[in-house]
C-alpha cells in the first residue's frame, strides 16, 4: 500500500507534534526535516488545523502545536482527510467474472488495510518509532509524551 | 473457544495504572457473578452456562498455563482476562493465547486493562512462553487499538472462514 503525498506530509506532521505536545514547531522546520515543499506542507497543515488536530501558534516563536489526542487519533482519522482508503468495489469496474473475481479478493485487501490503519493510534505509531534495534517495545505512556525511551 | 467481543480495557495515564487498591489475582467461584455481570453489561447478552464452562476449565484448571485473572478493586471485581498455553495449536511452537479481556465500563481509563494484560502475560512467561496471540474482530476497533497499543501487530497467521451452506 501507498500512502499519497498529502497524508504522508500529514503524518510526518502529526509525528513531529505529537512526538512533543508543548513544542511549537513551523512549517519551515518541518519542510527541511522532510525535505518537502513548504507550500504544499503548509497546505496540509491548514487542513489538519481545521479538523481540530493542530493548533496554529502566531507571533514569534509561532507555528504549530498538537491539539488532538494521541492514544485517540488514528492513522484512518488522519489519512482519510487527504484520500479515499480503500475505494471499495463500487469504484471498480464489474463487466466480467473475472473482474468480479478480482474485485472479491481486492476489497479483502481493502478492509484488512482499513482495519489497520483504523487501529493504531498515533501514540502507538509514536511507539513504534521508539522501539530500541532489538525490537523490544517502549513503554506507550512514555512514547505518546515524547520522552526518551529507557 | 470462541473468541468474545471485548470492553475496551483502555491505556490511562501511567499513574492512574498504579492505583493502589488495585489487585490482579486468580479468579474465585465466588467471583464469577460479577464476571458475568461485566460480560452482559458489555454485550448485551447473558450467558451463564458457558462462564460456568469457563471458570471450570480456567477457574478450576491445574494446567500452569491456563489462566483467569480478575481485577479486584477494593474487594469489587472489575475487570478480567483469561487465557491458555497452547501447544503446536495450528502447527505453531507453544504460546500464549489472549481470548478474553474486559473491563467494567465505569472503572475504564484507570489501567485496569493494561494490568490485567501485563498480568497474564508474566503467567505466559512462567509458563515458559515467549510469544502470545489472540483474536478478535476487525471492526472491533476499540480492543483493536488496545492490543496495539500494548505491542501487538499482526501476526503471520491469516484468519480464515467460510459460511457453510445446506
Same mark, same amino acid.
Not at chain 2, 454485550?43 to 498455563?65: C, F, H, I, Q
Given at each position: 500500500?501507498?500512502?499519497?503525498?498529502?497524508?504522508?506530509?500529514?503524518?510526518?506532521?502529526?509525528?513531529?507534534?505529537?512526538?512533543?505536545?508543548?513544542? =511549537? /514547531?513551523?512549517?519551515?522546520? /518541518?519542510?527541511? &526535516?522532510?525535505?518537502?515543499?513548504? =507550500? =504544499?506542507?503548509? &497546505?496540509?497543515?491548514?487542513?489538519?488545523?481545521?479538523?481540530?488536530?493542530?493548533?496554529?501558534?502566531?507571533?514569534?516563536?509561532?507555528?504549530?502545536?498538537?491539539?488532538?489526542?494521541?492514544?485517540?487519533?488514528?492513522?484512518? *482519522?488522519?489519512?482519510?482527510?487527504?484520500?479515499?482508503?480503500?475505494?471499495?468495489? +463500487?469504484?471498480?469496474?464489474?463487466?466480467?467474472?473475472?473482474?468480479?473475481?478480482?474485485?472479491?479478493?481486492?476489497?479483502? /485487501?481493502?478492509?484488512?488495510?482499513?482495519?489497520?490503519?483504523?487501529?493504531?493510534?498515533?501514540?502507538?505509531?509514536?511507539?513504534?518509532?521508539?522501539?530500541?534495534? *532489538?525490537?523490544? %517495545?517502549?513503554?506507550?505512556?512514555?512514547?505518546?509524551?515524547?520522552?526518551?525511551?529507557? | 473457544?470462541?473468541?468474545?467481543?471485548?470492553?475496551? %480495557?483502555?491505556?490511562?495515564?501511567?499513574?492512574?495504572?498504579?492505583?493502589?487498591?488495585?489487585?490482579?489475582?486468580?479468579?474465585?467461584?465466588?467471583?464469577?457473578?460479577?464476571? /458475568?455481570?461485566?460480560?452482559?453489561?458489555?454485550?448485551?447478552?447473558?450467558?451463564?452456562?458457558?462462564?460456568?464452562?469457563?471458570?471450570?476449565?480456567?477457574?478450576?484448571?491445574?494446567?500452569?498455563? +491456563?489462566?483467569?485473572?480478575?481485577? *479486584?478493586?477494593?474487594?469489587?471485581? @472489575?475487570?478480567?482476562?483469561?487465557?491458555?498455553?497452547?501447544?503446536?495449536?495450528?502447527?505453531?511452537?507453544?504460546?500464549?493465547?489472549?481470548?478474553?479481556?474486559?473491563?467494567? %465500563?465505569?472503572?475504564?481509563?484507570?489501567?485496569?486493562?493494561?494490568?490485567?494484560?501485563?498480568?497474564?502475560?508474566?503467567?505466559?512467561?512462567?509458563?515458559?512462553?515467549?510469544? @502470545?496471540?489472540?483474536?478478535?474482530?476487525?471492526?472491533?476497533?476499540?480492543?483493536?487499538?488496545?492490543?496495539?497499543?500494548?505491542?501487538?501487530?499482526?501476526?503471520?497467521?491469516?484468519?480464515?472462514?467460510?459460511?457453510?451452506?445446506?
Amino acid at each position: 500500500m501507498r500512502l499519497q503525498q498529502n497524508s504522508l506530509l500529514a503524518l510526518y506532521s502529526l509525528f513531529e507534534f505529537a512526538g512533543d505536545p508543548t513544542r =511549537h /514547531i513551523s512549517a519551515a522546520e /518541518i519542510a527541511e &526535516k522532510y525535505q518537502v515543499s513548504p =507550500h =504544499h506542507l503548509a &497546505k496540509v497543515l491548514a487542513e489538519l488545523a481545521r479538523a481540530g488536530i493542530v493548533q496554529s501558534v502566531r507571533g514569534v516563536g509561532g507555528g504549530y502545536r498538537f491539539a488532538g489526542n494521541a492514544r485517540r487519533l488514528t492513522l484512518l *482519522d488522519v489519512i482519510a482527510r487527504f484520500e479515499d482508503v480503500g475505494s471499495g468495489p +463500487a469504484d471498480r469496474r464489474e463487466r466480467t467474472p473475472a473482474d468480479r473475481a478480482l474485485n472479491t479478493v481486492l476489497t479483502e /485487501i481493502d478492509e484488512i488495510a482499513k482495519a489497520t490503519l483504523k487501529s493504531i493510534t498515533l501514540a502507538t505509531l509514536l511507539r513504534l518509532s521508539a522501539q530500541k534495534a *532489538d525490537g523490544e %517495545p517502549a513503554p506507550v505512556a512514555a512514547a505518546a509524551e515524547g520522552r526518551p525511551q529507557r | 473457544m470462541s473468541r468474545r467481543k471485548a470492553a475496551r %480495557p483502555d491505556t490511562p495515564p501511567a499513574a492512574a495504572a498504579q492505583r493502589a487498591d488495585l489487585t490482579i489475582r486468580p479468579v474465585r467461584r465466588g467471583d464469577l457473578e460479577a464476571v /458475568i455481570a461485566i460480560d452482559t453489561q458489555v454485550t448485551g447478552l447473558e450467558k451463564r452456562d458457558y462462564w460456568r464452562s469457563v471458570y471450570r476449565r480456567y477457574g478450576e484448571s491445574a494446567s500452569p498455563g +491456563a489462566q483467569f485473572l480478575v481485577a *479486584d478493586a477494593s474487594g469489587a471485581v @472489575v475487570g478480567f482476562v483469561i487465557g491458555e498455553v497452547r501447544d503446536w495449536e495450528f502447527g505453531a511452537p507453544p504460546c500464549g493465547w489472549v481470548f478474553a479481556i474486559d473491563v467494567q %465500563p465505569d472503572a475504564r481509563l484507570a489501567g485496569i486493562g493494561t494490568r490485567l494484560l501485563q498480568s497474564i502475560l508474566a503467567g505466559f512467561r512462567r509458563a515458559g512462553v515467549r510469544k @502470545v496471540r489472540t483474536m478478535l474482530a476487525s471492526d472491533n476497533t476499540l480492543i483493536l487499538s488496545f492490543f496495539r497499543s500494548q505491542g501487538m501487530m499482526a501476526g503471520r497467521f491469516i484468519p480464515l472462514e467460510m459460511d457453510l451452506e445446506g
